[in-house]
């Protein structure tokens, strides 16, 4: 809450690094828009640099024997390319490009939030509902492209008699129709709890150790606090790799619309 | 008690309710995962397969338990 000292919140604030300028608008304050470099901004530029020079340096010196460098890189790509094998079908390898950038810049960005003080792009639904938008009307566009009017046969489950489809047809629209909801809530609000948690906690020993003899106990919330570090690294490449899942999931349906 | 104080005993109460929720999504994923190891200790074989089933399902049954963090969040901060 606002009132109080600690603010678990305030982690997530934007703030402008430096002011680029006021596009359009009719001169009066507050019209337009107004673009600015925020640390968001930074951290983005970031993790896309720190993901380019590992792809770059890793697979500069093609060697028969593989480095450290090269072995990881080669890894993050197999486990990938496996997922989607297994996941969204052969076909759906010409989608490889897309869900390895989407994992990569989301395990990169989550495991850059978890430095103290640094920011955390994927805590912010602009960007995750940004990400689980271009997913979505990719499915659309690609299943509309390659199926016609087939690919609405993916509201129709075959073999289900007719008066059972009155209601099931309304339930599978409103399920497509929720999915980019559901794909960035979820990051998103990992992400964001994750972190809230974490503060919370160590708001907690602060309090604690204020509290004279009695602020020995301050060491078990900052265990707990240890303990969920540990978590939230867990989460951030779990949550990458469940986004990446499901990218593959709905690929799928864009590929093979028929139930 | 003034409108003000009334507000924000309504906004905590509510954020309280809505986290209610989330016991529902933590017995999902319980059963989703204790159902998953019972069938990969009987089949060990074809464990490894299911694991991106059982994420995807994990995942599904999760966003429930988000979506009341997420109401929760919004009574406390953004109403």
Redesign the interface.
């Known amino acids: ?1 606002a009132e109080q000292p600690i603010e678990p ?1 305030h982690q997530f604030r934007i703030n402008n690094l430096f002011d680029i300028g006021t596009f359009g608008g009719n001169g009066t304050p507050g019209s337009g828009t107004h673009l600015a470099f925020t640390n968001s901004a930074l951290f983005m530029v970031l993790t896309v640099g720190l993901i380019m020079a590992f792809l770059i340096l890793g697979s500069s010196r093609r060697a028969i024997v593989p480095t450290r460098m090269q072995l990881m890189t080669e890894m993050s790509y197999e486990f990938i390319a496996n ?1 989607v094998r ?2 969204a079908g052969t076909e759906g390898m010409k989608f490889f490009p897309m869900v390895f950038s989407l994992f990569m810049f989301i395990l990169v960005a989550n495991l850059f939030g978890m430095f103290p003080y640094f920011f955390t792009v994927t805590s912010h639904i602009i960007v995750t509902a940004m990400m689980a938008l271009l997913v979505f009307f990719t499915v659309i566009i690609y299943g509309v492209y390659k199926n016609g009017l087939r690919f609405l046969k993916l509201f129709v489950p075959s073999g289900i008699p007719w008066p059972v489809l009155i209601a099931v047809v309304p339930i599978e629209i409103i399920s497509f129709l929720s999915r980019p909801l ?1 794909h960035s ?2 990051l998103f ?2 992400i ?2 994750g972190h809230i948690v974490l503060k919370v906690f160590g708001g907690m020993v602060v309090a604690l150790l204020g509290a004279g003899a009695w602020g020995i106990i301050a060491i078990a919330p900052f265990g707990m606090a240890v303990a969920l570090t540990g978590l939230e690294f867990l989460v951030a490449a ?1 949550q990458a ?2 986004f990446a ?2 990218t593959c ?1 709905y690929l799928h349906d864009a590929i093979h619309p028929g139930h | 008690m003034d409108p003000e104080a009334a507000k924000l005993m309504g906004k905590l109460i509510g954020a309280g309710i809505a986290c209610i929720g989330m016991g529902g999504a933590g017995v999902g994923v319980g059963v989703i995962f204790g159902n998953y190891l019972s069938g990969a200790l009987r089949n060990p074989a074809a464990a490894a397969s299911q694991f991106s089933n059982l994420i995807f399902g994990f995942a599904v049954t999760e966003a429930l338990g988000i979506f009341s963090l997420v109401i929760a969040f919004l009574l406390l901060y953004a109403v």
């Open positions: 809450m919140i997922m297994n996941t559901s809530l979820r609000g990992n964001l709890a779990l790799f469940v899942v499901l999931v």
